[in-house]
């Protein structure tokens, strides 16, 4: 490719909107432009990485025996209707009407119109299993898109889909495709962690996440500091050293004004954990839509709001209004767990606490000595953990956090969908059984996001030779015949030998030529400059590493075993 005629627009200066350094890069070095919130054209530098990350996630899954296939973006309301989700999912799911005014939507994820083709088409056990996948564009109406390509509203997802005659070859599944996972981000040079994860809205009894460790990531890991345990905060689990208090006689004290958990801790000289803090949520979804709930924590831990969402089977909790804790009989700033008319959730770690503060749900007023016992509760993990607790599953560790950009997930959904949307099959006794079924899902999109904030340095993008949108730039200095000659005669060499090559001949100065290979990322520049040809030589710079002076006639040799070795 001609730099002259190539659309790679760069600019000198961060856009104003692009808070994380990826989404500066790939805006500043022409590989992305924003078409409106959370959309975006790839030009065709980003549109060559995005390729490039297919083709490595398309030859690892079909290594493992999956099977390429592609679903329409539109969906029919029934199929939805059908799972339960048309009204669960929640304003992600984009949902319209057609000129016949039926009922659609832009599909966010795979799992109905897969289940719809495979009860379709699945007869006996012995087409099974089955693990069917696509790479496709989704559409989800995120909240907050931003950061660029690491959260749209439209992107590119690898999904797989996977039937089963029984739970155990789902899990057989499951491990090839956790192991697929690792191979595909190790090919892409990516510092990256698995975690057990919450199974979200696609729901499922067991899930990971694979997180790339990044100070951006929107998501918090708990990892051990000695085994391997690792999870999402909204799942993770911990030991944590609970002091028992004296069992003494219950009293009211005036606590005039004084609301804030450290502020009551301080006011009656007592350490925080020895407080309940009583949190009321609104509940969307489940069982209790529409009620208030208490959620319960000791006063120096922060509730996980996902766990009480799980708790719950709910949608979404929000924070209860004034209107909600008058309803119940709460006094704000002052809420205590007794005599509030509501469902009641503690903390397992306030299981048999006694001698505990709580709000006296009177204004101004705490009560002392309270014990957990006189309360109808259902104890559950509602804690978020915490650095330095300690691990659950050795002795020997701490928790400590790492942010991460979730790049792929994986669930063993068991029969969550095929029930409901009928994939049946007979099995080896000739009798109808229902599929088992496992999901695992990439995101390809925001992968090219992830690999920059882990590949860059202050000059810009820094890819992974198997990533880059070139493998080489020829970096032409000067504009005499001479330059431009061999320099074309290069790249021509170069082409023939299918060496990804950018031919930078524009008119422009030296200096800009290498801030725009170097923003780019491109790892191997070749610089062809009057003073070199005057010594029969070339320049061979690796991005962000060494030189080499090459004698020209030997440049397409010297390349093609340079590119070998890093491959
Ligand atoms: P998140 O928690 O980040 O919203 P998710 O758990 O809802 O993601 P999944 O349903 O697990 O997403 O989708 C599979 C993969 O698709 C994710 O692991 C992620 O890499 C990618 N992905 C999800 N949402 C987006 C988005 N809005 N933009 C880009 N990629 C996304
Ligand atoms: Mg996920």
New binding site residues.
Partial sequence: MRYSKFLAPSLRDNPADAEVVSHQLLLRAGFIRRVTSGVYDYLPMGLRVLRKIEAIIREEMNRTGAQELLMPMLQPAELWQQSGRWDKYGSELLRFKDRHAHESCLGP?HEEVICDLVKRELRSYKQLPMNLYQIQTKF?D?VR?RFG?????E?V?KDAYSFHADEDSLQEEYQTMFKTYQRIFTRLGLKFRPVEADT?S?GGSQSH?FHVLAESG?DLIAYCTHCDYAANVEKAVAKRDISVFDDAPSHHVDTPNITAVEDVATFLAIPEEQLIKTLLYHVVGGEYDGQVVAACLRGDDALQEIKLVRALAADEVMLASDTDLQAIHAVKGFVGPQDLTCKLLLDESLRDAKGMVVGANRVDQHITGFSVDCLDADFVDLREVRVNDGCCHCDEGHIEHARGI????VFALGQQYTKPLDVLFQDANGKRAIATMGCY???V??LIAAVIEQCHDEHGIVWPLALSPFQVTIITMGKSERVLENSKKLYQDLLNAGVEVLWDERKERPGVKFKDAELMGIPYHIVVGERGLDAGIVEIRRRAGEKHEIAITETVDSMLSMLEEKL
């Fill in positions: 994820t989800r995120e898109p390509l690491m959260r749209g509203r992107f997802m979200g696609i996440e929107e979730e790049v792929g997930q899902g990439i995101g999109s925001r």
